[in-house]
């Protein structure tokens, strides 16, 4: 399986709509992160969709390391 691209090293704040989809960049290639933007075409990543279930500011991961897909869970920490 291709490793993902290391898009960040902190997690960027989004402010999720109750009810909107969202699609997180898996590859760590979209330059709208953290969000999809496409670039992920002609390899194995998938974005992550999701639908908000309530309207919050979410953490979202950047490193693409996460063991809660989409979301930071603090595993930028321990990178080099």
């Known amino acids: 399986m291709d490793q993902p691209k290391i898009a960040g090293k902190a997690p960027i704040p989004i402010d999720l709509v109750e009810g909107e989809t969202y699609a997180w960049c898996t590859c760590g290639e979209s330059s ?20 908000a279930e309530e309207t919050k500011t979410a953490y979202m991961c950047t490193c693409k390391q996460t063991g809660n897909p989409g979301f930071c869970d603090g595993a930028h920490k321990k990178l080099d």
Not at 32 to 51: I, R, T
Request: net charge positive; glycine share 10%; hydrophobic share 30%.
């Open 32 to 51: 709208k992160q953290p969000l999809c933007d496409g670039a992920h075409k002609g390899s194995s990543f998938k974005p992550l969709v999701f639908k």
